[in-house]
T-cell receptor
């Protein structure tokens, strides 16, 4: 199993350009997440998808859109990149949260390092 | 008050030392807890789950204190390779969104 994969690993964009970050998982997880991590800021949730067919905003959704393409894939789109979006982006997945029972751990992809100039 | 708080450190310890980190959480509905390790510029990786009865994995011991609302991570016989940032993660009952602490930096020196 590859776990969680992300493409690309590195990207440089000019202000105003658009791009899509791809994420796929092969663990049959229902929930998927996009985070960004900046120095001194910790992980911040951008969007998540609790299950196939649903997406919800996280803490910092402005400037981003997401698509849960199917159970395996969850993409993050920057429509008009800004320098403030320079960051490391991590995708994560998790098995379904079961009410009243075990909550499962998240698994992370290797990250995409994005620079916007 | 932040929902999950950690001392950012850095904790600077010599090889072979024992070091402990705490992580406090504010929401009493918190249900499950994890410790992750993150190396510089890499993704967070699960280190261990934290169970009510406490659990041990080699040199690592995790404890949960529900009454005082904190979890702890103890590392014995520190190795140079233990140098990393340690993130605590708290999950609220019924929520899809885990809450991450900002992490505690550990530097183990020769």
């Amino acid at each position: 199993n590859a776990g969680v994969t992300q493409t690309p690993k590195f990207q440089v964009l000019k202000t105003g350009q658009s791009m899509t970050l791809q994420c796929a998982q092969d663990m049959n997880h229902n929930s998927m997440y996009w985070y960004r991590q900046d120095p001194g800021m910790g992980l911040r949730l951008i969007y998540y998808s609790a299950s196939e067919g649903t997406t919800d905003k996280g803490e910092v959704p402005n400037g981003y859109n997401v698509s849960r393409l199917n159970k395996r894939e969850f993409s993050l789109r920057l429509e008009s990149a800004a320098p403030s979006q320079t960051s490391v982006y991590f995708c994560a997945s998790r098995a379904t949260v079961l009410a009243g029972t075990r909550v499962y751990e998240q698994y992370f992809g290797p990250g995409t390092r994005l620079t916007v100039t | 008050r932040k929902e999950v708080e950690q001392d950012p450190g850095p904790f600077n310890v010599p090889e072979g030392a024992t070091v402990a980190f705490n992580c406090t959480y504010s929401n009493s509905a918190s249900q499950s807890f994890f410790w992750y390790r993150q190396d510089c510029r890499k993704e967070p990786k699960l280190l261990m789950s934290v169970y009510s009865s406490g659990n041990e994995d080699g040199r690592f011991t995790a404890q949960l204190n529900r009454a005082s609302q904190y979890i702890s991570l103890l590392i014995r016989d520190s190795k140079l390779s233990d140098s990393a940032t340690y993130l605590c993660v708290v999950n609220r009952r019924g929520s899809y969104i885990p809450t991450f602490g900002r992490g505690t930096s550990l530097i183990v020196h020769p």
